[in-house]
Nanobody
Framework: VQLQASGGGLVQAGGSLRLSCAAS????????MGWFRQAPGKEREFVAG????????YYADSVKGRFTISRDNAKNTVYLQMNSLKPEDTAVYYC????????????????WGQGTQVTVSS
């Protein structure tokens, strides 16, 4: 499956962005989906995940209550709605697809998108 992330950009602190991750090659409904991010000089970190049917979601503590992950399997797309953005949310955001349910470990995901830059100014 090929993943294409989009929707990043420059936003002021307190603003919002919605990231999209579109899949091709195979239906996303086979996979749990996750969003990860990597800031300059830092390791990649888990942001949010969603189960195959969308019934279960899980978040990093740093984004809980501000970010919402969702999916539309009919459109083969996963979303990350990001509200109340902070400068520390600045990073390249990646979507990933995996067969292991409920995992936050990046090495358990099988497919990765190319990343989209999110920059939050103070």
């Amino acid at each position: 499956v090929q993943l294409q992330a989009s929707g990043g950009g420059l936003v002021q602190a307190g603003g919002s962005l919605r990231l999209s991750c579109a899949a091709s090659g195979r239906t996303l409904s086979y996979y749990d989906m996750g969003w990860f991010r990597q800031a300059p000089g830092k390791e990649r970190e888990f942001v949010a995940g969603i189960s195959r049917n969308g019934g279960g979601t899980y978040y990093a503590d740093s984004v809980k209550g501000r970010f919402t992950i969702s999916r539309d399997n009919a459109k083969n797309t996963v979303y990350l709605q990001m509200n109340s953005l902070k400068p520390e949310d600045t990073a390249v955001y990646y979507c990933a697809a995996g067969l292991v349910p409920g995992t936050i470990a990046g090495d358990r995901y099988n497919y990765w998108g190319q990343g989209t830059q999110v920059t939050v100014s103070s």
